[in-house]
């Protein structure tokens, strides 16, 4: 070794295992494309729409929080790191709402909440609570490539089970989870992960009908500790039609199988990244210790703004706006496909979502769609449209010729134009 | 083994090492007794002054930053994970102002600024990115104790290294550095952290003449890779009287070894939860992995408001009245101690704070300070007043005759009660 690699690595910090563990994340490719291709209309980007962002009611909450100077300094000083008392009494009213219930009924204490930045810290923290290297989580193929992210990033082994167009399959999930029964594995698995409403990458739901077997299985399966299932119930109340859905979490009575987590930054404003988890009493502090660790409490006063939202009963007209919206958005987009893949529609499917912000979207095997294919590439340089590629959403890339579109952001006109754009480029490739 | 154990367990899920790791928390007893003690005067608690937090200020920027849609709703968006570019222009500037130097003169790219939800996310995420279980921390004696809590949380070996009134020991630090080296355990010295103006929990800054020589050590022994300099520097801005001290950051003028680590929670609102990090340029992207799994982003909306804040010149006005406030305060605690201790000043000492919101007291060694201790039992229960135990703030609890005492939130009349209170505990146990 020469003098300059000396000098290189002693003016370099020796990292930890799990740094590395946690670099080459999809997301850093995804946003570094973003910035490559500022002239491209984005399908890709995870972004809320701009037009229904609560200007006008984050400026009346705010002045209201903000209106007695002595209630003011509560919510300009440290909170717990559970969060707001004030928040989470609003969010056993919001849960019951939800769940059709009452809070009594709810069958939880309101310890049981906990607030989060996001719910992306909760996901996080569960992660880290629950996994030591070498662990197993069990997710939907595809799920939220993020959380592929904090899995690896805690040397977590993932193992995908086969999904339609009604969300993860129960056999499939069985089958598995007998399988690992079968090897031993069993004590090394600690999650169940699933994105339950409106998938992020595919927009599909899981069915009803699967919803009771998929939580008795976890519970059958649960022989040498708690498998724990995480919930990621982000985009649950972004409901454009199609059936009303129960929780999994109501699907577990005894309220110690499910976390379920949520978010008010699909339904609000994620610029207060205000998300809340609802846990079993088992793993409240252990989430607690963790959070302590990690920054011993989100922003006080965006969760008591978000309280005096709920507070006010001026949450729920805004959220049927919000959807009212995007189901704009989203017919504009499933209109677009039709008129513009109609002559590929023996090769080109996607599925047809009732709420959240994606399109699913697969092209013949032959057609690869990742950062490094000829369609990315002719896509983004030729016909500015950028989307993202569907196998960031795999753990192993399984799958190579899918993609996922969002009608976040972009309004109608330009949904229709970026469907245009990246019908011809589809089209470019196809034989 | 009994069905009701089986039952104990296989309802719990099976947790990771670290969640054992993260248990049994200083701050959580503390907490716990805060609560069990609600009729105490707390001079514990490590909040700021309630009198002072920013509501008008607060109201302001809100206002400002929500009056023009267009504007307000790039606010309400989700940020990057490194956080608002406004902000980080505004932290150039006022980064510069404190280091008495130009932006361009800083030696930094504004890229090398990462905002977190308070410093204390980026003290966990550089413990996170940096320990490996069994590697070393080196700390002052005593601490921040709740770093020890995020250090024991990644495994990590902690070694105390003795302080005076001028903070840690030049020498002593360089005596352990040489222990380490000759016992070939250097590779394992992952960071030396230090807070360096008006430690928490000793109110002693690290003198100045001791700074330059602290940097070269680090220098001097990262041979097999660049030790970590963490600078906590939370207390910076909260100057009372004393000299003003130079950075240990601007002991280095490479930029390559220190983290300075500072936040809005003393000078502006805890509330908001926004603290920044300056750091080498070798360890931005670690820190923006970690982070993007962690949350992906802390409040966008509260990063625009303190950058507004800067912007509009509020700032500086704001934390002269603090520093004003805080400076009658801690006057207060220190005649009361002059007044009230002065029968028993052979055997009571303390320091005197230049800044923050701590005294640091000693006691006789026969008299432990403890939350099982006499002391404690007797001041909470039958004078009604409650302190920090010093132990908490050591790896292995080395001195026992110690307490923090805080004058962030009490008023001066309430100060000095407190004192007089803590006072007659004190003089009860002394011989």
Known sequence: MGTADKETLSSSPRFSQRRYWSQDQAISYLMQQGIENPDCLSLAAGFVDFETLPVELSHKASADLLANPDEARKYLQYGTTAGSDRLRNQLLEHLARMEETSVEDLGIDRDQLVLTTGSQQLLCILADVLFDPGDICLVAAPTYFVFLGVLAGVGAEVISIEGDENGIKVEALQSELERLKQAGKLPRVKM????????????????AERRQPIVDLVEQYSTDHQIVLLEDAAYRELRYDGPELPSLWSCDPSRSQVVLAQTFSKSFAPGFRTGFGVLPKSLVQPVIDRKGNEDFGSSHFNQNLIATILEKDWYSNHVTEVCDNYRRKRDAMLAALEEEIADMQDQVSWF????????????????????????FKYATEVEKVMYVPGQLCYPQADQKNQMRLSFGVLNPDLLREGIARLARSIRHFLK
Do not use: K, M, R
């Open 192 to 207: 169940l992960y699933l994105v339950s409403y409106y998938e992020n990458p595919t927009g599909v739901s899981i069915a």
């Open 352 to 375: 047809t979502p009732h709420g959240g912000l994606y399109v699913w979207l697969t092209v013949p095997p032959e057609i690869e769609t990742g950062f490094e294919s000829e369609l």
